[in-house]
């Protein structure tokens, strides 16, 4: 049925009220909220009376009344999320049917503007994404940044490591801090959640940051993994600082707002989802082919030697090492229902899924409890409790000092020599598992490795928050609520790493075998106070002014126990001939204010201007408040007859808005740590001097655009572009090491980010049994250094050889260099980390009882240091060594770089799913009623790669979520495509 | 209850979560470390004796090679077959900035402990150890000189050699002056590294005998030999008498990189192969220092049958300085000296230790002798490359690619100097 067709419905509906009941002198209004797909009373709808702050929700069968004394004659709003809002005239007493429609291009959604406030998006003045649950999880995400790939303009979701369980980094509209923190923050149900990436003790088996860098590398997960994307009902991303101001100083990398799954009033319904799977490798390197000649060549009379006893033979070592086809396995299931007083939404998940390598994989157990009860007709109580724990396992790949992990051990281990199997070609067995022959060509022997060395992460964790929302005034034009939210996110993290003594690189160690035990215990809390008041004055002028009192706390402490010399067959730390230890706190308080002023004219045109004030523990000064103001204005043309011959909608926005981040909460202090001898307790100066001044970095985003609605509601086209000035830069630029000190972190420069973010969806086909839904997001950013106060400096990366960024006025900060140097003897710019431009197309089609989506992914450009090659060049296996490549890539190698530097463009099919919905007949006469709906699909996740990057994948850092210094590859663990067969039922 | 009691309740309770909220103060400090002013002079000494260890390993590893005493397979890194054996060290790179920082660290709490003013002992043992530091670093950058002003300022230039090796001397002078004004005992303990060096009076043996490399290193071998009077020199005594970096497995403590299996399938550290055909027959040390392997390591273009094996585990002790060395430095004062029958004395009290037969010293064979048992008793311990360079022999090293070089000198790391400056030869 067409839009048209249900006005002329209203219309007519209303003109039958207004002729009977003119002079009634209350306003007593009946009805029932249905959806139009199904008739069915839809439970939770929101009634308002326009122009007036009164309103109501439906019950559980859609049914819902509303009483103005004094009013004649009004307008009811009906809302529902994921529908299409429908405003309905009424008189007097009345009894009326409102059919609401499904929103598919997200023209009626309701977004926040605050802590206590939200707009609908056809008023709102800036860009806010959003995802439903539905677009969420079309295909099973191991994690939920995963989940959020591809599905914003404006957002750049990109795996550090294809390892379980994670290592993910979310970037919300480019570059906009060099050294600061990089993740946005993430508020679940109004808790600020821990999204850290602790250490998982690994770098002390591979002593990667033993040489080249500082940096830790143990490619960790980032907390915000252990998040069940299927009990999430949508998430807002406040991408540009006019949206996430409210949130001060913790906001320059956006806020990432998630709303779980509520409860609803009525019968309750059940709704349980079966997914089972594989897990494969993505895409294979390749690895070179000997000869006699060649293996001599490489590695002296010894290789030939080994050569000829293993008679020439060519093992494919990717296939033995991540060729496994991983199990996977979610069931979950949820409960939703209660009474018009209570409702609760109850849900539990179990995820079991093995890696693409033999031991390896990711495990999660998440149950949820979310409860809505209405104390009384004025106060109402939200309370929301989530458990999870999460296991995985990493095994040891990426980069790496000891030649023990996976990719640096098979790029030096030529693909003749069979080191899976004792004595095959009379290599020396291990005397302490002779079933795995020792290495004669590397110090480890990576089989053995995969089979024995245990690498655990277990997560215990637990959110719980409340919102308590009082009403504590209401008359016909004004409102006054008194809204407090309180959250607790604790967890605690367990990492277990065992290095068994009999392994081949321990053997070889003085106290052979290791065990790592590391504790980390995290506290986040918060606490919100906020006052919402709203006025509404008969149709024309809404005024909502909103203000609040902050206070966040966090408390981390991470402990990693060292023993080594293991004896044999323990896994204790106390079963060891030594122990070392390592403690680290970290402790930050928050403490902050707002206020705000919503102004909403005739739903027509509409202004914000609020400011933050915030002080913080991490600050130089702790008692300073910084401010962080935002304002925003927007207008809906077409509601004046701007373009509205094809235009339904046509709303330019102009938004400002100022953010901050914060220093590291250890930036401020100089401090001594211990050195030890003989023991004899050691103190030396750390190598980076504190700063006391040092204050948090600022972002200044202006951005403009718009958004239009066309062509009946078939296409909607949203636009904007952004200038972010980030001032005050946190930086930590090199100190001479001559004054006892390797860096400082310092407030020292200005940066420019820019970019274009344009979002268009389309309905092309729009009918009862045919629907397509089509979606675009383009996205594109670039980001230059627009002052230094310090000298200019590289970072990231392991030397300047080996591929370097260069932070310099007048470049972009992820520009990469290398050993080359142009006459002047500057460093040449060799290529760029920031993509060209990223390009997502989400599609969704309904055939009758059959539904497909797809999501395609393509980014442009965006350079890639590909170390993984070097590694493999310097073993002598890499593919295209014969062909003189390797030789001319390793002879220039100190004096070229430019040769390890790749284009990683890729077109990727992120998520690909097909469902069948077994007719309702059919199934009610299939289980006698049992089964409300059955559904059965097949869907899968990362099907096709396309890229002529040579490395595993283009999405890579080695040293995990970094602004500066992504997009380097050591070989990491390799990413995996997988498929699901799934069934869902509803009882 | 009413609702006007329960709304009333409610907005108590608000109100104590909201103060008792706000108690948390954000003025705290560090949860995880103490400040300079606060620590102990002990605790500055230990961890001057534990910093003295950090980079160590680097340190003898690019001191070797350059010498072109061993060859380090390091197959997750280029570097130590690169940059260093092509000729092109990165003044960026770890080799040349991770042992400069970190004897500038040593050096920074020396500065503490001096600032500290806590006597004349804790002085001279600070300047004693802040020299060493220095000439450590010296030897490493050589021409390209270092720095002696630590206040981070780039435009206060790099100290020339010369400005460097006189002002390591006077510091020497200085701690021993102190020394020699600090009663009997050191108000701090030190490690069994410095087990019969550990009063004021013992302590100055070891500055002397410091003292006597530098001078040896100045060329004034009268000094010199005034120098070894004062020191712990020893013709009767165990040649490994001396001072050390101990290493332990204890909380905190260090381990000793260069430790590696030589039985291992696969070992780093490798001893250049003219270092066996070299080797007069039965020097002892050969066979002390490195066991010959078969078969041979390929590595890089690089072959090597020689497992080093200064150490026996991970918690072996290596040397600062002793005996032995200053048996070499006295002969080499002598041999300065053209004293060439009191160099032999002491070049066969070395050779007699190696199993090895006297020899007798001319103008024609003397520092061609020096040169080779410096080589065979001080394998590994930071000496050859700095031993050929004093005696402009580095040309004479092997050159085992066609397209490597021997470097003179390490550049001063980049970040020390204004941009654009730095480099190495």
């Keep these: 049925m067409k839009i048209a067709d249900r006005k002329w419905l209203l219309v007519v509906a209303s003109f039958l009220v207004c002729a009977n009941l003119v002079m009634a002198q209350e306003l007593n209004v009946s009805g029932t909220v249905t959806a139009r797909e199904s008739d069915e009373g839809l439970p939770g709808a929101n009634v308002k009376l326009k122009g007036t702050t009164l309103g109501t929700s439906t019950d559980a069968n859609g049914k819902f009344r509303v009483q103005a004394p004094g009013m004649s004659q009004a307008t009811l709003v009906v809302s529902f999320i994921g529908y299409r809002t429908v405003e309905v005239s009424v008189t007097g007493s009345q009894d009326v049917t409102v059919a609401l429609e499904e929103d598919v291009l997200k023209l009626s959604e309701v977004v926040v503007t605050g802590l206590a406030t939200s707009v609908a998006r056809q008023n709102l003045a800036n860009a806010v994404a959003t995802v439903t649950s539905a677009e969420l999880v079309s295909a099973p995400a191991q994690t939920l940044e995963r989940a959020l790939g591809g599905k914003f303009a404006g957002v750049n979701v990109s795996q550090n490591t294809g390892a379980p369980g994670g290592g993910i980094n979310v970037d919300l509209r480019g570059t906009s801090t060099i050294e600061g923190g990089t993740q946005p923050l993430y508020v679940i149900d109004g808790v600020i959640i821990n999204n850290a990436a602790n250490q998982s003790g690994i770098d002390l088996v591979t002593a990667a940051t033993g040489a080249g860098s500082a940096n830790p590398q143990g490619q960790p997960s980032n907390r915000v993994a252990d998040i069940n994307p299927n009990e999430i009902e949508t998430i807002e991303v406040l991408k540009g600082s006019s949206a996430a101001a409210i949130y001060g100083s913790k906001a320059s990398n956006g806020v990432i707002i998630i709303t779980t799954k509520q409860g609803t009033s009525g019968k309750t319904r059940i709704e349980v989802s079966q997914q089972v799977g594989f897990n494969s490798l993505l895409k294979k390197i390749g690895a070179r082919k000997f000869t006699a000649a060649t293996a001599e060549a490489q590695y002296g009379a010894n290789g030939k030697a080994l050569f000829e006893k293993s008679g020439g033979q060519f093992i494919d070592y990717e296939d033995i090492m991540y060729g496994e086809n991983g199990f996977l396995n979610e069931t979950s299931v949820s409960a939703r229902g209660g009474s018009d007083r209570t409702q609760f939404y109850l849900s539990g998940l179990l995820r079991d899924e093995n890696g693409i390598i033999k031991n390896s994989g990711y495990q999660k157990y998440a149950g949820r409890l979310n409860l809505n009860h209405k104390l009384s007709d004025r106060i109402k109580l939200d309370a929301y409790f989530n458990y999870v724990r999460s296991e995985s396992d990493r095994g040891i790949t990426g980069n790496d000092n000891t030649n023990t992990s996976f990719g640096f051990s098979l790029g030096f281990t030529p693909s003749f020599l069979d080191i899976t199997s004792t004595n095959r070609n009379g290599l020396t067995p291990n005397p302490d598992n002779p079933a795995y022959p020792l290495h004669p060509l590397n110090p480890s022997n990576p089989i053995h490795t995969r089979d024995v060395l245990t690498n655990h992460e277990l997560v215990n964790r637990t959110l719980g928050s409340m919102r308590l929302h009082w009403n504590i005034w209401n008359t016909a034009k004004q409102n006054l609520n008194f809204i407090v939210q309180t959250g607790v996110d604790y967890y605690s993290q367990e990492n277990a790493i065992v290095s068994p003594p009999e392994l081949q690189y321990e053997r070889n160690s003085s106290q052979p075998g290791a065990s790592l035990l590391g504790e980390t215990v995290s506290t986040n809390s918060n606490l919100y106070f906020n006052l919402a008041h709203s006025y509404a004055s008969s149709g024309t002028l809404n005024l909502q002014t909103s203000a609040g009192f902050q206070f966040e706390n966090q408390n981390l402490n991470n402990v990693l126990n060292e023993a080594r010399g293991l004896i044999v067959t323990q896994t204790n730390i106390d079963q060891a001939a030594s122990v070392n230890a390592y403690q680290d706190r970290v402790i930050q308080r928050e403490r902050g204010f707002y206020v705000q002023e919503e102004i909403n004219l005739s739903d027509k045109i509409y202004l914000t201007g609020g400011i933050r004030g915030d002080a913080s523990s991490a600050n130089g000064e702790v008692d300073k408040y910084f401010f962080y103001p935002k304002a925003s204005a927007s207008i809906r043309l077409a509601q004046y007859g701007v373009l509205s011959s094809f235009a339904n909608e046509f709303k330019p926005r102009i938004a400002y808005g100022e953010t901050g981040n914060l220093p590291n909460s250890s930036a401020k202090f100089t401090s001594l740590i211990p050195r030890n001898i003989g023991g004899l307790a050691g103190l030396l100066p750390a190598t980076r001097r504190g700063n006391s001044n040092i204050q948090p970095e600022r972002t200044k985003e202006l951005e403009l655009g718009f958004d239009a609605v066309m062509f009946s509601e078939h296409a909607s086209l949203s636009f904007t572009y952004f200038r972010q000035n980030i001032s005050d830069l946190l930086l930590s630029p090199s100190l001479p090491p001559s004054s006892g000190f390797e860096d400082e972190v310092v407030n020292g420069g200005k940066m420019k980010t820019q970019g274009v973010e344009v979002s268009l969806g389309v309905t092309p086909l729009k009918s009862r049994n045919l629907n397509w839904t089509s979606r675009l997001n383009f996205y594109k950013t670039s980001s230059e250094i627009t002052e230094l106060t310090v000298d200019p400096f590289n970072l990231g990366g392991f030397a300047t050889f080996l591929g370097t960024f260069r932070i310099e006025e007048g470049l972009s900060p992820t520009t990469i260099i290398g050993a080359e140097r142009d006459a002047s003897g500057k460093n040449k710019a060799l290529g760029n980390e920031t993509p060209d431009f990223q390009l997502s197309w989400n599609n969704s089609l309904n055939l009758g009882a059959f539904e497909l989506s797809f999501l395609w992914d393509w980014k442009e450009g965006g350079d890639v240091i590909n170390l993984g090659k070097l590694i493999t060049d310097l073993g002598g296996t890499t593919e295209d060594y014969d062909t003189g490549a390797a030789a001319k890539r390793l002879s220039v190698l100190g004096s070229q770089t430019v040769s390890y530097i790749e284009d990683g463009s890729y077109i990727k099919l992120r998520e690909l799913s097909l469902n069948f919905t077994v007719p309702r007949s059919s199934v009610m006469s299939l289980f006698n009623g049992q089964v409300s709906h059955l559904k059965l699909g097949v869907s899968g996740r990362n099907l096709l790669m396309k890229t002529d990057y040579t490395g595993y994948d283009p999405e890579v850092s080695q040293f995990g979520n970094v602004s500066i210094g992504r997009s380097v590859d050591t070989i990491p663990f390799p990413s995996s495509r997988s498929m699901y067969f799934n069934v869902s039922f509803g009882l | ?425």
């Excluded at chain 2, 004796?49 to 280029?78: C, H, K, Q, S, T």
């Excluded at chain 2, 381990?255 to 070992?267: D, G, K, R, W």
């Excluded at chain 2, 080093?308 to 991970?314: C, Q, V």
């Excluded at chain 2, 700095?386 to 580095?394: A, G, P, Q």
């Design chain 2, 1 to 425: 209850m009413t609702n006007k009691f329960r709304n009333k309740l409610l907005l108590l309770i608000l109100s104590a979560i909201f103060v008792l909220a706000g108690c948390e103060t954000l003025d705290f400090s560090n949860p995880n470390a103490p400040i300079v002013d606060d620590v102990t002079v002990q605790s500055l000494v230990s961890g001057i004796e534990a910093g003295m260890r950090l980079e160590w390993a680097i340190y003898l590893r690019v001191v070797g090679i350059n010498g072109r005493e061993v060859y380090y397979f390091e197959p997750a890194d280029p570097r130590y077959t690169g940059e260093i054996l092509f000729g092109t060290p990165d003044p960026g790179g770890f080799l040349t900035t991770r042992p400069w920082s970190a004897r500038y660290r040593v050096i920074a709490n020396c500065r503490f402990l001096i600032d500290k003013n806590a006597g004349a002992g804790v002085n001279g043992f600070a300047k004693t150890i802040q020299a060493y530091q220095l000439l450590l670093n010296l030897n490493y950058m050589y021409d390209n000189g270092i720095k002696l002003d630590y206040s981070g300022d780039l435009t206060v230039a790099v100290a020339s050699r010369a400005q460097a090796i006189d002002a390591i001397h006077d510091l020497l002078d200085e701690g021993l002056a102190d020394l020699k004004n600090a009663g009997a005992s050191f108000p701090f303990r030190l490690t069994s590294g410095f087990a019969g060096f550990d009063t004021p009076a013992q302590f100055a043996k070891f500055n002397r005998a410091l003292n006597a490399r530098v001078s040896v290193y100045r060329g004034v071998y009268d000094h010199a030999l005034e120098d070894l009077a004062e020191s712990f020199l020893n013709p009767a005594g165990a040649l490994n008498d001396g001072v050390y970096h101990v290493y332990g497995t204890g909380l905190g403590d260090q381990t000793n990189e260069t430790f590696e299996n030589p039985e291992a399938s696969f070992v780093k550290l490798m001893g250049h192969p003219t270092f066996a055909t070299n080797a007069e027959a039965n020097d002892q040390r050969f066979a002390r220092k490195v066991k010959v392997r078969n078969p041979a390591t390929t590595f890089d273009n690089l072959t090597s049958n020689l497992g080093a094996t200064i150490t026996t585990s991970s918690t072996d002790r290596l040397p600062i300085i002793r005996n032995e060395e200053l048996l070499l430095l006295r002969a080499e004062a002598n041999i300065g000296l053209q004293r060439y029958t009191e160099a032999a004395a002491d070049i066969n009290i070395v050779r007699a230790a190696a199993g090895l037969p006297a020899v007798t010293l001319t103008a024609a064979n003397a520092v061609d002798q020096l040169l080779y048992e410096r080589r065979y008793s001080l394998f590994m311990e930071g000496h050859r490359w700095i031993d050929v360079r004093r005696y402009n022999r580095l040309s004479q090293l092997p050159i085992d690619r066609a397209t490597d070089k021997i470097i003179t000198s390490m550049p001063i790391p980049e970040t020390e100097v204004l941009e654009g400056g730095g480099g190495g030869r």
